[in-house]
């Protein structure tokens, strides 16, 4: 069964809420969305198993980069399972693939050329193909894939950024020519800093047959002051119809800021960046996005995110947050994710991951009520601000 995507509320202010359904999926899923990052198919630290203790059905997105699987089992051998659903036993969710995870397969514009992509990998600087990529492509069987694209940081020349639009349209041409019997096809958007150009290749992408759009060259340098306007030059182009991805937006100001701008799937290599550094998120879910509230009754520390590294923390034996739902938060303490970070036991990550995680698709959830509501931008307006107000506190304070 191919993707269907349709536009269930949409928000004269910005944002909308969609509704996504695969074939792998039991029930269709309301975007905005998140997409689970995944190193080969699974999250980094959790194991299948607890997958299910993730709300449902939010969970059942994740993203995985086809570059992954270079070291390891070949492709072939994937196929001959059956796709990656089949070798992980994981037949209910939906797998979007995209070569680009943010973390490990990071796009390196100066190994580019006009015959494929280049990408920094575990297995070292390799050059894709659109020929090596759609192969790979067609034996994983993912429910979505995003084509191949030429992401340039944004410090490149105006040359070197109309080039990589370029390639990117004419390296879309080139996968839907191959025809890969596997899953949506998104076409891939690119074009830096540049308003003009990520105009350009939006409206050539919008031409061609794809089930979809990915928006790539975010989160490579761009000024945070000029996202808004590239955002907008994008979505604004695009049909309304088809559902929207980025890779490169991570934190809690910069998804609110792609939602504004229509986007409706995001990846979430913050949460991984996160708990590899024992941070778990605490900052507040109320509904009308205030945080300053929260935050000023918390001993005056920064609680939009704690350390449980930290020392603090050895002797507290309550949840990291009391009122959240989660796993990790309704068996264990602070005390004790301490204790595992100091004795270096993996459990520490796989709990951590389970609570960041949980606590993003709540956000989510939030966001997704408020635009329901008609009362996205005020929720963005108010998120932001008390924020921003936390911060500068924190600032003077130290």
């Given at each position: ?18 509704a996504l ?34 709300p ?40 979007a693939?995209v ?10 514009s ?15 600087r390799?050059?894709i193909?659109p020929?090596d ?80 759009y ?24 695009l049909?309304?119809?088809k ?8 934190l ?16 979430s ?8 550094g ?5 900052f507040?879910l ?57 004795v ?5 990550q ?17 966001i997704?009520e ?20 936390h ?8």
């Open positions: 069964m191919q993707m269907k995507f349709v536009v269930k509320k949409a928000c004269c202010s910005g944002g909308r809420v969609g359904e695969m074939g792998s999926c039991p029930k269709p899923m309301e975007t905005p969305a998140l997409l689970l990052s995944t190193r080969k198919g699974l999250p980094h630290f959790i194991a299948p198993d607890l997958l299910t203790s993730l449902f059905p939010d969970s059942h997105l994740l993203q995985t980069s086809p570059l992954h699987f270079l070291e390891g089992l070949a492709s072939t051998t994937i196929s001959k399972i059956g796709g990656l659903h089949q070798m992980l036993g994981l037949h209910q969710y939906g797998i693939a070569a680009r995870d943010s973390i490990q397969c990071l796009p390196e100066k190994g580019a050329t006009k015959l494929g992509a280049s990408f920094e990998t575990p297995c070292g390799l050059l193909t020929k990529y759609v192969e790979m492509i067609s034996c994983m069987r993912p429910n979505i894939w995003a084509t191949l694209a030429d992401e340039v940081p944004a410090w490149v020349s105006d040359k070197r950024n109309k080039t990589s639009v370029d390639r990117t349209v004419r390296w879309l041409d080139d996968c839907l020519a191959l025809n890969p019997a596997a899953g949506s096809v998104f076409g891939a958007i690119v074009g830096g800093p540049n308003l003009d150009e990520r105009k350009r290749c939006a409206v050539e992408v919008a031409k061609r047959n794809v089930s979809g990915w928006i790539g060259g975010f989160g490579l340098g761009e000024g945070i002051e000029e996202r808004g306007a590239l955002l907008s030059a994008v979505t604004d182009v049909p309304d119809e559902p929207r991805m980025i890779s490169g937006l991570g809690p100001e910069e998804i609110l800021e792609g939602i504004e701008a229509g986007i409706d799937l995001f990846d290599t913050y949460i991984y960046s996160l708990t590899l024992g941070f778990a998120l605490t507040s109320d509904k009308g996005g205030d945080q300053y509230d929260f935050q000023k009754c918390q001993m005056e520390r920064d609680l939009t995110k704690i350390n449980l590294r930290a020392k603090f923390y050895r002797k507290d034996m309550s949840p990291i947050l009391g009122n959240c739902a989660c796993y990790t938060c309704q068996n264990h303490t602070k005390a004790y994710v301490n204790h595992l970070f100091n270096h036991e993996m459990l520490a796989t709990l951590l991951e389970i609570h960041n995680t949980h606590h993003y698709l709540m956000f989510f959830r939030v997704r408020a635009i329901k509501d008609g009362r996205f931008k005020k929720f963005r307006l108010t998120f932001i601000e008390s924020r921003r107000v911060q500068e506190t924190e600032a003077v304070c130290a």
